[in-house]
């Protein structure tokens, strides 16, 4: 069964009073915190507004508390899951071509970064971590991907996205914390930043079209991508921690089902004829997912397609 919204807040109303949003101030996370809010629950945020801004949440007037810090730093760590129930762990670097030069600087945050949290999280009593994965695991595997293809990543960030996933696994099968691991397809949406050449490419195409300005595709611009929703990302992720028989850090694939070329996101976007530049190191060709297991583990399909979606972020489509 499909659950919309509005009942999926009601549900986690009853099921989590206090939660820790590791990476609350950053795109995908303060939408989570909008959500929980919405839910009734109160929030820590963890964010060492490395990426993160407060102004994604300067509109919470109550029911958000802020520790900034990072997630390697155990005293803010401590501070932040005390007395909560769940730790919704999405602190992370988010580039796949940054990776590729700061490797370390991935393994460090991603990895050891998740297995710190996972401790704190233990030491604090919480019932349940959420690990916000990434599709990039599966590497070029053809689509449309499902989780049971075996991993192979092509980057230290998706190494590292495994890594953390394998820390989960691992703390859920000691019976020491239930997990479960989203995978997250391509993620766009309000308050994505546009402003590095590491940002997500609709948030870049968007700003480069809003400016008349001509968008670089790297490649041929025939890779395709699996452009998920913010929204549907956040209800995804509140049914992912309320779905307790699914606790032992299973995977689970976040995205539409459906792939988008990067030369007709440029088109749709009006973002003015490309220039072509050499593929990035590590660059995934394909990339769409086999949605069925989280609607069949989690009741979870998205809602929001690419037009509407667009929308969001101040797009309209040519009359
Ligand atoms: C995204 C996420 C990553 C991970 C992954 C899962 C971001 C920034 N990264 O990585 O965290 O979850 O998805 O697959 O959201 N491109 C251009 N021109 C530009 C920018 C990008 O051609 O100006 C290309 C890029 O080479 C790639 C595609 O667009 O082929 C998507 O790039 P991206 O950086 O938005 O996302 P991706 O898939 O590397």
């Known amino acids: 069964m499909i659950v919309s919204a509005s009942s999926v807040e009601e549900q986690f109303r009853a099921m989590f009073e206090r939660v820790c949003v590791t990476g609350g101030a950053g795109f995908i996370g303060s939408h989570l915190v909008d959500g929980l809010r919405r839910a009734g629950a109160t929030v820590v945020v963890l964010d060492d507004l490395s990426t993160g801004r407060r102004e994604n949440l300067a509109h919470h007037a109550d029911g958000v508390d802020f520790v900034e810090g990072s997630i390697g730093d155990a005293t803010a760590r401590e501070d932040a899951v005390a007395g909560c129930d769940l730790v919704m762990h999405l602190a992370s670097r988010v580039s796949v071509a940054e990776s590729m030069s700061e490797p370390e600087l991935y393994r460090r945050v991603v990895g050891t970064g998740t297995r710190e949290m996972l401790e704190s999280a233990v030491a604090a009593g919480a019932r349940r971590l959420v690990l916000a994965g990434s599709c990039s695991v599966y590497g070029d595997a053809p689509p449309p991907i499902s989780e049971a293809?075996?991993?192979?990543?092509?980057?230290?960030?998706?190494?590292?996205?495994?890594?953390?996933?394998?820390?989960?696994?691992?703390?859920?099968?000691?019976?020491?914390?239930?997990?479960?691991?989203?995978?997250?397809?391509?993620?766009?949406?309000?308050?994505?930043?546009?402003?590095?050449?590491?940002?997500?490419?609709?948030?870049?195409?968007?700003?480069?079209?809003?400016?008349?300005?001509?968008p670089v595709i790297f490649g041929d611009g025939r890779q395709t991508r699996d452009f998920i929703h913010v929204e549907d990302v956040v209800r995804g992720l509140m049914l992912a921690a309320m779905a307790t028989d699914t606790h032992g850090g299973e995977a689970v694939n976040f995205g539409t089902g459906r792939g988008t070329d990067l030369l007709e996101l440029a088109r749709v976007l009006r973002a003015g004829p490309p220039r072509f530049e050499a593929a990035r190191d590590g660059d995934i060709r394909h990339s769409v997912a086999d949605p069925g297991r989280a609607a069949r583990l989690l009741g979870f399909e998205t809602e929001i397609d690419l037009a509407t979606g667009l929308s969001s972020i101040g797009h309209r489509p040519t009359s």
Do not use: M, W
């Open 149 to 214: 293809t075996t991993p192979a990543p092509a980057s230290p960030y998706a190494e590292a996205k495994l890594v953390a996933e394998s820390h989960c696994r691992a703390f859920a099968e000691a019976g020491r914390i239930a997990t479960i691991c989203p995978r997250f397809f391509n993620v766009y949406g309000p308050r994505q930043r546009a402003d590095s050449p590491y940002s997500g490419v609709i948030a870049i195409f968007a700003a480069l079209a809003a400016r008349g300005e001509t």
